[in-house]
């Protein structure tokens, strides 16, 4: 030590960190620290995973919304990640291991019990589903910048690059490809892209299956299996497995892989990977336009990679109609006003479920 440095410690002012000290403090994002998730107890932070992933698995079920989003909702995303990553590289605590738990029993809850519930209202009632939907992905905003502080210029920059990218994706997810059997190698692609979309907010599982002419296939798998543990049909069950356990591994390979490389993002390019985060949870917004509705396809028109006849309009379920938009009545934008700050307002309150705050 040199005697300048000398000097403040006589003084009793505060000793300089040696290089070495410095070096092992501990980084935000590691996976006893993830954010404000971490920063809670256990049971505070079991209760956020399994309202998180009660979302993830709805959001899951409908195109255009992300469950990444909605973990960054309910403030248990960057806990996640770094939990999964902890588990796949044999860093056991009982973080890693209750949350990841948490959110993805209680998202597969939430898909097997909910898949034709909320198919239903979404299209029946788009304007009022997506506007709620609204509500919740812009209460995550408010987390991730608290993670990403101090802003800097990476942070802005990142933001706008991911935002721009989810307004070009949406641009380019007006139309699915063609349907047909599935194999078992789509099929676990697709259950890597469903993965992807757990992981990434902003990304929509259920538009990446519509691009992959998967979406009704595995939904109706999901309630072939939901039919046969009721019915206690042994057939049932064994159909619905031969399509969802290549699903499942490629969900299980995804979630592996996208939650290790977040992981490392995070802990070497930190601010720009949270300004991209932001981007995505903004940007995503702009594909949940509320005043649409399902219009039927007239013969001619393509849909989901196949043009329509008269032969097949009877037979295109009203769920692939392409959407349009409309002119809300003054109550309509009244009620998607309601329900986006009421969307906001559950959101704020899980954000606060065991008073959690960032650590410094």
Same mark, same amino acid.
């Given at each position: 030590? *040199? ?16 290089? +070495?000290?410095?070096? *092992? &403090? ?10 404000? %998730? ?23 079920? &409908? ?5 990444? /989003? ?12 770094? %939990?999964? %990553?902890? $588990?796949?590289?044999?860093?056991? /605590? ?6 990841p738990a948490a959110v993805g029993g209680a998202a597969a809850l939430a898909i097997l ?8 209202? $979404? ?13 919740? /992905? ?15 210029? =990476? &942070? ?59 979406? !009704? ?33 490629? $969900? =299980? ?42 219009? !039927? ?6 849909? +989901?990679?196949?043009? $329509? *006849? !008269? ?7 009203? !769920? ?41």
């Amino acid at each position: 030590m *040199t005697a300048d440095n000398a000097e403040p410690a006589a003084a009793g002012g505060p000793r300089p960190m040696s290089p +070495r000290r410095e070096a *092992t &403090v501990t980084h935000p994002m590691t996976a006893d620290n993830a954010g404000p %998730a971490a920063a809670g107890s256990l049971p505070s932070l079991a209760i956020r995973g399994a309202i998180g992933g009660a979302l993830m698995g709805l959001a899951n079920l &409908v195109p255009g919304i992300s469950g990444g /989003t909605m973990l960054l909702a309910a403030g248990v995303y960057p806990a996640f990640i770094a %939990a999964v %990553a902890g $588990v796949t590289t044999f860093r056991f /605590t009982r973080r890693t291991l209750v949350l990841p738990a948490a959110v993805g029993g209680a998202a597969a809850l939430a898909i097997l019990l909910l898949a034709g519930p909320m198919r239903g209202l $979404v299209i029946g009632q788009r304007w009022a589903m997506y506007s709620m939907f609204i509500g919740l /992905t812009l209460g995550g905003v408010p987390l991730v910048w608290r993670l990403a502080r101090p802003a800097t210029p =990476a &942070v802005y920059a990142g933001a706008a690059g991911a935002a721009l990218l989810m307004l070009l994706m949406q641009l380019g997810l007006g139309a699915g490809s063609a349907g047909g059997e599935a194999s078992r190698l789509l099929l676990f692609v697709s259950g890597l892209a469903g993965a992807a979309a757990m992981i990434l907010p902003g990304v929509s599982g259920g538009y990446l299956l519509l691009l992959l002419g998967q979406y !009704e296939t595995i939904l109706g798998a999901v309630d072939t299996l939901k039919a046969g543990l009721f019915d206690r049909d042994a057939a049932l069950l064994l159909n619905a497995s031969a399509l969802l356990l290549p699903v499942g591994l490629g $969900v =299980a390979a995804g979630i592996v892989g996208v939650s290790n490389l977040l992981r490392w993002l995070l802990d070497r390019h930190r601010q720009v990977t949270l300004g991209a985060l932001l981007g995505l949870l903004l940007g995503a917004v702009a594909g949940l336009w509320p005043f649409q509705q399902p219009v !039927e396809p007239a013969p001619g028109e393509i849909v +989901r990679g196949q043009v $329509v *006849t !008269e032969a097949s309009l009877p037979g295109i379920d009203p !769920e692939d109609w392409p959407p349009a938009p409309f002119r809300p009545s003054g109550g309509q934008v009244a009620g998607a006003l309601v329900l986006m700050v009421s969307g906001l307002a559950v959101t704020t309150a899980i954000a606060r479920i065991g008073g959690d705050r960032r650590p410094d």
